[in-house]
């Protein structure tokens, strides 16, 4: 299987800050990544696919990157909002089974 | 509008069994492949299984194989989870997800509320 392993596990920075969350796959994914953002007591939400692609409706402060045969991966939040205190997963799906990350708390 | 509804979850005893449903409106429920994923309260989420368009192609994790069968009903919308042989460690809050496509692993773009499972005695 294989494992993905984010960091920090948790982040606390300031409203209008550079928030950069790191993944890192054990094996190639070739790209096939997704971030997704859980708000406390609320189901997950897809904000990027393939990596980098973001999701209709999603605010551009939100990027991703890594691609090809990367093995490290970033969702950046280019200027936190107080709207976006959640916990963020990374996801792989070149393979069964698709695990994800364990997660990193952003706390303002 | 995309929404997908989970019900059954519940408290029930080691070694019970339990069966969840996702029912599914605001899209073509037969052309697009559906996951579980769980959350142990406090923890991360783990992906459960999936199953493909005509419902043959299911895949499990290794922690849920031979206890669960994922199934659906593409007259009803419906997605299933029997969950068998139940531990305490089975205790979580289940999401249903639908996938972005309906052949190949693909992320998944629209989840359900979730509902909460309990195992104890």
């Known amino acids: 299987d294989i494992q993905m392993t984010q960091s920090p596990s948790t982040l606390s920075a300031s409203v209008g800050d550079r928030v950069t969350i790191t993944c890192r796959a054990s094996q190639s994914i070739s790209g096939w990544l997704a971030w997704y953002q859980q708000k406390p007591g609320k189901a997950p939400k897809l904000l990027i696919s393939?990596?980098?692609?973001?999701e209709s409706g999603v605010p551009s402060r939100f990027s991703g990157s890594g691609s090809g045969s990367a093995t490290e991966f970033t969702l950046t939040i280019s200027s936190l909002q107080p709207d976006d205190v959640a916990s963020y997963y990374c996801?792989?799906?070149?393979?069964?089974?698709?695990?994800f990350g364990g997660g990193t708390k952003v706390e303002i | 509008e995309v929404q997908l509804l989970e019900s059954g979850g519940g408290l029930v005893q080691p070694g019970g069994s339990l069966r969840l449903s996702c029912e599914a409106s605001?899209?073509?429920?037969?052309?697009?492949?559906m996951n579980w994923v769980r959350q142990a309260p406090g923890k991360g989420l783990e992906w459960v299984s999936v199953t493909y368009i005509g419902g043959r192609t299911t895949h499990y994790a290794d922690s849920v194989k031979g206890r669960f069968t994922i199934s659906r009903d593409n007259s009803k919308s419906t997605l299933y989870l029997q969950m068998d042989s139940l531990r305490a460690d089975d205790t979580a809050v289940y999401y249903c997800?639908?996938?972005?496509?309906?052949?190949?692993?693909?992320?998944?773009?629209?989840w359900g509320q979730g509902t909460l499972v309990t195992v104890s005695s």
């Open positions: 996801q792989h799906y070149s393979s069964y089974p698709p695990t």
């Open positions: 393939a990596a980098s692609t973001l």
């Open positions: 605001g899209f073509t429920f037969s052309n697009y492949a």
């Open positions: 997800a639908k996938e972005k496509g309906g052949y190949t692993l693909d992320d998944l773009d629209c």
